[in-house]
């Protein structure tokens, strides 16, 4: 999937174990985006960061931290894993205008035991 | 109530048929609106922008109505290969860019 990236694709791990989950996008965009999906409750923001050194809280940041390294990279933090955090998730960089459309990344899924 | 909220799915309809799914939306500052299809919880990709005049490609046509703050996509001649969830987003400009997503409708087509 062309333009954004996001690594690992699977991970399995262990309730209270810590990962970080990394994207990066190779279009030069200002804000990048990471997003939770879960069953019948479409996508959920957890956190965004509209700029290079800034973020901020979406609408499910608990149990999370970020950091925007550089224009390039967004990561996600799990510093204690739960189970509530199984989940398939998104990171995304929206279009420079209102006509192009939002690019996601393959997505990363996510099973905490 | 939800930001976004979609008609409750699935739907499930033969080939040929068309079929119609509804989204409203609460912000009335939401400036820009999509339809996204996603497969078998894979990234969802755009299938189109949907615009103030109301939009076609294809089979598939687009609606909006501000007033009413509502999108609508309508699919027709639907094939088995349109089976999948489409999601209704809605971007928040005056947010910085917030994109915000209901929580899908499900088809499935059937032979």
């Known amino acids: 999937n062309a333009g954004v990236t996001q690594t690992p694709k699977f991970q399995v791990l262990k309730t209270g174990q810590s990962m970080t989950l990394q994207c990066a996008q190779d279009m030069n965009h200002n804000s990048m985006y990471w997003y939770r999906q879960d069953p019948g409750m479409g996508l959920r923001l957890i956190y965004y960061?509209?700029?290079?050194?800034?973020?901020d809280k979406g609408e499910v940041p608990n149990g999370y931290n970020v950091s925007r390294l550089n224009k390039r990279e967004f990561s996600l933090r799990l510093e204690s894993a739960a189970p509530s955090q199984t989940s398939v998730y998104f990171c995304a960089t929206p279009g420079v205008n209102s006509n192009q459309p939002q690019h996601f990344g393959d997505g990363t899924r996510l099973s905490i035991l | 109530r939800k930001e976004v909220e979609q008609d409750p799915g699935p739907f499930n309809v033969p080939e040929g048929a068309t079929v119609a799914f509804n989204c409203t939306y609460s912000n009335s500052a939401s400036q820009s609106f999509f339809w996204y299809r996603q497969d078998c919880r894979k990234e969802p990709k755009l299938l189109m922008s949907?615009?103030?005049s109301g939009n076609e490609d294809g089979r598939f046509t687009a609606q909006l109505n501000r007033a009413s703050q509502y999108i609508s996509l309508l699919i027709r001649d639907s094939k088995l290969s349109d089976s999948a969830t489409y999601l209704c987003?809605?971007?928040?400009?005056?947010?910085?860019?917030?994109?915000?997503f209901g929580q899908g409708t499900e088809l499935s087509v059937k032979p």
């Open positions: 987003v809605v971007i928040l400009y005056n947010q910085g860019g917030k994109l915000i």
């Open positions: 960061s509209a700029s290079e050194g800034t973020t």
């Open positions: 949907v615009y103030s």
